[in-house]
T-cell receptor, first 117, second 116 residues
Framework: DSGVTQTPKHLITATGQRVTLRCSPR?????VYWYQQSLDQGLQFLIQ???????AKGNILERFSAQQFPDLHSELNLSSLELGDSALYFC????????????????FGPGTRLTVL | AQKVTQAQTEISVVEKEDVTLDCVYE???????LFWYKQPPSGELVFLIR??????QNEISGRYSWNFQKSTSSFNFTITASQVVDSAVYFC?????????????FGQGTTLQVKP
């Protein structure tokens, strides 16, 4: 058990809908990362938050947004869902993020499997 | 550009065989970090090891060992005396230096099947 929790574990929804994925980082970790794992794209970085502030953006669609709350949990919002958004979404956390040196190991949650029908 | 290549898509071995998973990386940064993660059939990503670019010492942890060679930009992973429980997808990942906040760039993964 990595100490990172994600809910829900599975989510089935229809095209055009909006969903919210939730992540709680390991105790004491300030950085949260979101990744998407799909068959065609592999594991791709979406976005990072550090202590409530956005720190880095990757290949995240405009239909997707995220935030990190004062209690450090994070939510990933996916809207206007398309069939191609079906994937496994991972949250990871690490201790730091303020410095530019990527020294911290990221520990991953169990993932949320999203199926868009 | 930063890139990780795992050329072996799938490997199948019989239990107790040794197996090496290859990882080749590309980066222009002199400071970077390499990782291996395991994804068993249950789906979670499990951290195995982190190595920084200044430390080329090989590492051994039980049946697992890692060989880091900057000269060939490789960070290979060997499982000795493989077991059925080692069956999983293994990912090599890169996190690079200045200006980066730590996001991971993953290889495509190598699926390892260990048969009894």
């Amino acid at each position: 058990d990595s100490g990172v929790t994600q809910t829900p574990k599975h989510l089935i929804t229809a095209t055009g809908q909006r969903v919210t994925l939730r992540c709680s980082p390991r105790s004491g970790d300030l950085s949260v990362y979101w990744y998407q794992q799909s068959l065609d794209q592999g594991l791709q970085f979406l976005i990072q938050y550090y202590n409530g502030e956005e720190r880095a953006k990757g290949n995240i669609l405009e239909r997707f947004s995220a935030q990190q709350f004062p209690d450090l949990h994070s939510e990933l919002n996916l809207s206007s869902l398309e069939l191609g958004d079906s994937a496994l979404y991972f949250c990871a956390s690490s201790a730091g993020g303020r410095t530019s040196r990527p020294t911290d190991t990221q520990y991953f949650g169990p993932g949320t499997r999203l199926t868009v029908l | 550009a930063q890139k990780v290549t795992q050329a072996q898509t799938e490997i199948s071995v019989v239990e107790k065989e040794d197996v090496t998973l290859d990882c080749v990386y590309e980066t222009r940064d002199t400071t970077y970090y390499l990782f291996w993660y395991k994804q068993p059939p249950s789906g979670e990503l499990v951290f195995l090891i982190r190595r920084n670019s200044f430390d080329e010492q090989n590492e051994i942890s039980g049946r697992y060992s890692w060989n880091f060679q900057k000269s060939t930009s490789s960070f290979n992973f060997t499982i000795t005396a493989s077991q059925v429980v080692d069956s999983a997808v293994y990912f090599c990942a890169l996190s690079y230096g200045s200006g980066n906040t730590g996001k991971l760039i993953f290889g495509q993964g190598t699926t390892l099947q260990v048969k009894p």
